[in-house]
């Protein structure tokens, strides 16, 4: 039902049902919040968005407060103002005063704010909160003295991952966010997907800075210094330099690397069309043998280290591949190392991730061999952006420059595979042809390209009825294990995201995206797919030149390195 009421002395539309606060929104009305999330329960729980309301003593808080056809609502009076400003003021009087250094300067909520709403100098007795920083994890670093108790990350890592890492610890003043007992977060069940920082609205919670490592590589002689772009770095990466949004910027990012000194340059996307036909292979085995099904994917980091902790009985169903981050650094720690007669131990092999949970994978016991890992240091796309303009290139006047070769020729299933359901729909082009023999005439798969939480897609191909499910976000996992463990036995291929909306979507992308932005992303990866000419895995032939370089022992030596296997971890709290 629509009705009118009264804002600010004009009318405007209301719908019943919706907060005070949406239809502001709707309305084109501006109300700052910071607890507020869109599509999570409102807990009115930071009074930001307090608005007066004729008939009310009270000030209300309009996310969490139904609009009714008699009000008269004043969104900035004064009494309004004053009490937001006196919100922000208790929060800097116990809030460090190290804007200049902190990773979210011009980036920040609480800053944010404080320049809207005037304050310019300090009112209130300083209380000051003295917590150690946390910087055990080798994704993401806690520094509880920023944060201010808005309850963001608790209620993402609960409700949209299903992980409940952080919550509330103590009462009254003494109240901070952290894991269980206030432990490190590297003895905790944090699987690294970075959700909480992106939603964190201070510097409470960042990524891992990697930049100086980087730095000294390039600068070190002895170095020969590789970097892979993943897929969707370079459809989110215009973002942080205010280009249009979802522009393609591979061939410019490839320039922009060589000019900070980069010796090669490669392209994640060509590893993934290695994983993506290795997965071919070990599904239509299991299918032939009728084992280990469903086969869950295993690119997802922060999905292998949930299984890893909460269902080690299902390790077994996860794919044996490697992620194509792992896939490309044991190629060119390997492969391009011998062909181009380089040590392995003098090379510096760095990737660009969207994701947070990459840093820890890099970490993995699983992916070192002798002492030396398959890809040293990971930025996200934050970094990356943060180490251009350090560097003072300016981006927008570098020339498009193709990757080098061998890693550079990709299919654009491998593009898509960072969109949600996008890995199913490019396994599916060349399990199809693995089974039939026969190409696909339509590749563009429409149940696998909505916005739904669970995508399901129920085929034949050849002999076999299959189906194929994929998963956005890892709280939407949960039932579905319930099932898989109850005897669902209709699916016979899982792909797992912890991000909701996959990669374009991941804990290392620019902060402060809409889902129109995300949707962007995912429209551009999709754009790609439409255009180009090159739609499967195995019509990659620089794949299949490189698989014709061994033979023998070293061919199964090879294929060794792109597997690998997981186990029970156990988590001390």
């Keep these: 039902m629509i009705f009118n009421i009264e804002v600010n002395n004009k009318i405007i539309k209301a719908k019943r049902g919706d907060s005070i606060l949406e239809t502001l929104r709707r309305n084109g009305i501006s109300v700052p919040t910071l607890c507020y999330m869109e599509g999570f329960t409102p807990t009115g729980a930071c009074r930001m968005c307090v608005v007066e309301i004729e008939g009310k003593n009270e000030l209300v808080p309009s996310c969490s407060h139904p609009v009714e056809e008699w009000m008269k609502i004043h969104t900035h009076s004064p009494r309004v103002i004053n009490a937001r400003r006196t919100i922000v003021e208790l929060l800097l009087s116990s809030h460090p005063d190290d804007c200049l250094y902190c990773i979210r300067n011009k980036n920040c909520e609480l800053q944010n704010l404080a320049e809207e709403l005037g304050i310019r100098e300090r009112r209130l007795p300083v209380v000051k909160k003295t917590v150690k ?17 808005c309850g963001r990350c608790v209620r993402v890592c609960k409700e949209l991952i299903g992980i409940s890492t952080l919550d509330f610890i103590g009462k009254g003043m003494k109240t901070i966010v952290g894991p269980t007992f206030n432990n490190r977060l590297n003895v905790s069940n944090c699987i690294n997907c970075g959700q909480c920082l992106m939603v964190c609205p201070t510097g409470a919670l960042h990524e891992r800075d990697n930049i100086s490592q980087v730095q000294e590589a390039l600068q070190n002689p002895e170095k020969y210094v590789t970097v892979q772009i993943s897929p969707t770095v370079s459809v989110s990466l215009a973002e942080e330099f205010n280009i249009r949004t979802g522009k393609e910027m591979d061939g410019i990012l490839v320039a922009t690397l060589r000019r900070m000194g980069f010796d090669k340059v490669f392209k994640t ?220 036995n209709d699916l016979q291929f899982i792909e797992v995201m912890a991000c909701p909306g996959s990669c374009v979507n991941g804990g290392g992308q620019p902060i402060g995206h809409s889902r129109e932005v995300v949707k962007a992303r995912t429209k551009t990866l999709y754009d790609i797919d439409e255009k180009e000419s090159i739609k499967v895995s195995y019509r990659n032939l620089s794949v299949t030149e490189l698989y014709g370089k061994y033979t023998g022992k070293e061919k199964d030596s090879f294929f060794e390195k792109l597997t690998t296997t997981y186990q029970k971890r156990e988590v001390p709290l």
């Design 133 to 149: 920083k946390d910087p055990s994890s080798v994704s993401i670093v806690r520094d509880t003295d920023k944060c201010i108790l």
């Design 269 to 488: 996307a060509f590893a993934a069309d290695i994983m993506l036909l290795q997965m071919v292979d070990e599904l239509a085995d299991r299918l032939a043998n009728n084992e280990r099904l469903p086969m869950f994917s295993s690119d997802c980091p922060a999905f292998v280290k949930f299984m890893e902790e909460y269902h080690p009985d299902l390790l077994p169903h996860l794919s044996v591949c490697k992620s194509p981050q792992q896939i490309m650094g044991s190629l060119i720690k390997h492969h391009f190392a011998r062909e181009q007669k380089v040590k392995a131990e003098k090379i510096f092999s760095v990737s660009l991730e969207p994701c947070t949970a990459k840093k820890f994978e890099a970490h993995r016991e699983e992916f070192t061999t002798k002492g030396i890992s398959d890809v040293d240091v990971v930025l996200t796309t934050r970094e990356i952006a943060r180490m251009i303009k350090l560097y003072g290139l300016n981006i927008q006047q570098s020339a498009p420059e193709m990757a080098d070769m061998p890693f550079t020729i990709r299919s654009s299933a491998a593009k898509i595979t960072g969109t949600g359901g996008g890995i199913v729909e490019a396994l599916y082009r060349s399990l199809y042809y693995k089974l039939t023999g026969k190409s696909l005439v339509n590749f563009k798969i429409a149940s696998l390209r909505n916005n739904k939480n669970i995508k399901e897609l129920t085929t034949k191909i050849g002999k076999y009825k299959l189906g194929f499910a994929a998963v956005n976000g890892l709280g939407n996992l949960h039932e579905l294990i319930k099932q898989i463990k109850a005897g669902r």
